[in-house]
């Protein structure tokens, strides 16, 4: 059996981030990828935007995650790639790890694992579109891989449905290769994706984008043929006078992200029910001894950057907790939210662990021009910070100090949003 400190599974940008920290910090890393080469979702990721957070330049995706995929390799990291892991389980001494290649079945053993698995996304059936089953109904992502990774163009008159980040930019990418993007049709009052998303993508090229709006009804036997798109009420539920039928051979789904967990819940890792990821402290470790999370498989994030950020934090944590494995005993504090937070991680502090340097990331729950975050310890402020323009899609970023807390295992923090008005 192969033996390591630190086994990341996942190679996309989180996992890239973590082996290489782990691999600084001294750890013997593996890297386990299902498919046949690096780079995750970035490899079809062919528009710009990236980077500028982490190297204050413009990149595309290939271009990101490439210097990533050059610094793994010059370090001579183990990977294995086209390699499934089928099983895992928590030990005296780490984890053990089944794993099925080409080569055949493998046993891994490692005292710390770090899960970087993405996210997948909703499908056409999760959102409740009643109808046949014809070809033409995609979701963003799986468009994006035919138009730029297969070079084969899977529409020609499409309907939208969603505002999310992937599908606002495949109605531009569609439209510059010649397909004609009828509208985006979002079920919220307010658009799901960045703003810099809304302008470039669709008011740039005069793209219609229909809030309170859904796609009720696929229509088609071999081939799509039309959708049936209809206004909805406050409780986003279909008004039936509103309905009406568009012809198009193409409907294209950008309605949300899931976390991929089903590993981390077979070792028994608790999820959070509002990111649809684990729960986990600031060093990022879950509540299973030596499991730690990063990327989208911990919370969908809006910047590649902050996904490596993630990542390189459990990377180098993973290896510092194999490095002293079970010298430190846990001492842990929650972070309580109310309802003006849609989520915010980490859930919890550790308080054995160092203070100084806590990184939040957290959405509001409602749109606000004036905001302000707020933590109470034991009823008691300790810190607060104004914020301008807080939107549910768009993820905030809070590094803190809270070495001066003055906390214990008994505190009680709460994090709130406070209006303008409340405060």
């Given at each position: ?191 799901s994706g960045l703003t810099r998303n809304i302008v470039q993508c669709l008011d740039d090229y005069k793209i219609p984008l229909y809030l309170s709006h859904t796609v009720t009804r696929v229509f088609g ?134 203070l100084d340097k806590v990184i939040f990331y957290f959405r509001s729950r409602e749109v606000l021009k004036q905001g302000t975050l707020v933590f109470l310890v034991d009823g008691k402020e300790v810190f ?39 405060i």
């Amino acid at each position: 059996m192969n033996r390591y400190d630190v086994i990341v599974i996942g190679g996309g940008p989180a996992g890239l981030a973590a082996a290489i920290s782990a691999d600084r910090r001294g750890a013997e890393v593996l890297l386990i990828e299902r498919e046949a080469r690096l780079g995750g979702i970035l490899k079809q990721c062919i528009h710009d935007g990236f980077g500028l957070v982490r190297f204050g330049e413009k990149l595309s995706g290939p271009e990101y995650v490439e210097r990533f995929i050059k610094e793994f390799r010059e370090r001579r990291i183990q990977s294995s790639l086209l390699t499934f892991v089928t099983d895992m389980k928590k030990t005296d001494h780490g984890f053990v790890l089944r794993a099925v290649n080409r080569s055949g079945v493998h046993e891994y053993e490692a005292k710390a694992l770090v899960l970087a698995t993405g996210c997948r996304e909703r499908t056409a059936k999760q959102v409740q579109i009643h109808g046949t089953r014809p070809a033409g109904v995609l979701t963003a992502g799986t468009a994006q891989h035919f138009v730029n990774l297969q070079g084969k163009m899977p529409a020609r008159k499409c309907v939208i449905l969603g505002s999310g980040d992937i599908g606002l930019i495949m109605a531009r990418r569609l439209t510059l290769e010649g397909a004609e993007v009828l509208g985006v049709y979002e079920v919220k009052p307010t658009p799901s994706g960045l703003t810099r998303n809304i302008v470039q993508c669709l008011d740039d090229y005069k793209i219609p984008l229909y809030l309170s709006h859904t796609v009720t009804r696929v229509f088609g036997e071999q081939r799509l043929t039309a959708v049936e798109v209809a206004e909805v009420d406050e409780q986003m539920q279909p008004i039936k006078s509103t309905r009406k039928r568009i012809a198009c051979d193409t409907l294209i789904l950008s309605v949300g992200l899931i976390p991929e967990n089903e590993m981390a819940e077979k070792l028994g890792v608790r999820l959070d029910t509002k990111t649809k990821g684990p729960v986990c402290n600031h060093r990022f470790m879950t509540e299973v001894e030596g499991v730690f999370s990063c990327g989208n498989a911990l919370h969908v994030n809006d910047l590649v950057d902050y996904v490596s950020e993630s990542g390189e934090l459990s990377g180098t944590a993973a290896a510092e907790y194999a490095e002293k494995m079970g010298s430190t005993k846990r001492r842990e504090v929650s972070l309580n939210t109310d309802a003006s937070l849609q989520y915010l991680v980490p859930q919890k502090l550790a308080l054995s662990e160092g203070l100084d340097k806590v990184i939040f990331y957290f959405r509001s729950r409602e749109v606000l021009k004036q905001g302000t975050l707020v933590f109470l310890v034991d009823g008691k402020e300790v810190f607060h910070r104004k914020y301008r323009n807080l939107k549910p899609p768009e993820m905030e970023r809070l590094e803190l100090n809270c070495t001066s807390f003055g906390l214990s295992d008994a505190s009680r923090i709460d994090v709130q949003i406070k209006k303008e008005g409340d405060i």
